[in-house]
């Protein structure tokens, strides 16, 4: 008699599934990202973030970690630079930009982000878009325009590019190279790839909030502060990268990346059920373009 398998098991065999929580809780770090923006220091954050999800993750991963470290061994170097750029530089150049530019500006250039997948993909494993890949990615974006511009092109004339602006530009083409990267990592358990890449990725991040620390004052630990950090370690980081890994592993980087247009419908629309926004028919015109091209674009096809 056949067992039937664990539900967990069915859920790591869902690309579409874990691709679109993994942009929900991203979508949520965002907001948390901005509101913690005036409270904690971005290299502090970052730190304690992936120190904390390193803590919770390590006691299940210790013993795949010890089956797995000769692979680890072997594929030091890559290994490193997949958790400094995945972890430390994405991440803390994420927070430091919420501190100058606007919400509208990074949900603005979240859109592009899969563009930069699509150029490391060609330069690092010389893969390219597909004619449906290309277009799943165009439509997706028309429809995170639209719903950023409140259907009113005249709005682009406000826009004001700044530093923030271009830290998450900087932050968005080096997770485009995480993403591609990942489809070369070594063969191992999820959790053994997780816990070194969150605790290598925060030791690194030592030498600058050393430095931070001595510029700017230690946050301050009330409950706002608490919750912020438990969210943060848990949803985006330990669970959107169990998921994110997992879903690019199953479909690739060019086929996983259009979900990044998922991250502001689904900003958009806990801002409408949390901050009481109001819908209007642009969000139903934006998230209709943008789920459309996510389907477009994810689907797989005799060229992918």
Not at 24 to 48: C, M, Q, Y
Not at 213 to 232: C, E, G, K, M, Q
Request: overall charge positive; charged content about 10%; hydrophobic content about 60%.
């Amino acid at each position: 008699m056949t067992r039937a398998p664990h539900p967990f098991a069915r859920l790591a065999d869902q690309p579409y599934l874990l691709l679109s929580l993994t942009s929900l809780f991203w979508a949520g770090n965002s907001i948390v990202g901005r509101a913690a923006a005036g409270h904690f220091p971005p290299v502090t954050l970052s730190f304690l973030r992936w120190a904390c999800a390193f803590a919770i993750v390590l006691p299940f991963a210790a013993r795949h970690l010890i089956a797995d470290w000769g692979v680890i061994r072997r594929h030091l170097g890559l290994m490193i630079v997949l958790s400094i750029a995945g972890i430390s530089i994405f991440n803390t150049l994420q927070y430091t930009a919420l501190q100058y530019t606007t919400a509208i500006n990074v949900l603005l250039l979240q859109s592009t982000a899969p563009l930069f997948v699509a150029i490391w993909a060609l330069i690092v494993l010389g893969i390219r878009l597909t004619l449906m890949q290309a277009l799943g990615i165009m439509t997706s974006m028309l429809g995170v325009v639209v719903i950023i511009l409140h259907g009113d092109i005249a709005q682009l004339a406000a826009i004001d590019l700044n530093r923030g602006d271009l830290m998450f530009f900087g932050a968005l083409a080096v997770f485009g190279l995480y993403t591609a990267l990942t489809q070369r990592r070594p063969p191992m358990h999820a959790l053994s790839f997780l816990a070194f890449s969150f605790g290598c990725g925060a030791l690194f991040l030592i030498p600058l909030l050393v430095w931070e620390l001595t510029a700017r004052p230690a946050p301050a630990i009330d409950l706002a502060n608490v919750a912020s950090l438990a969210y943060v370690v848990i949803f985006p980081s330990i669970l959107a990268y169990l998921c994110y890994n997992r879903g690019v592993r199953l479909i690739g980087a060019n086929r996983s990346a259009p979900f990044f247009h998922l991250i502001p419908v689904f900003g958009s629309a806990m801002a409408i059920l949390f901050l009481g926004e109001r819908p209007h028919l642009y969000h139903t015109v934006g998230y209709a373009l943008v789920l459309t091209g996510v389907i477009i674009a994810a689907r797989k096809t005799a060229a992918a």
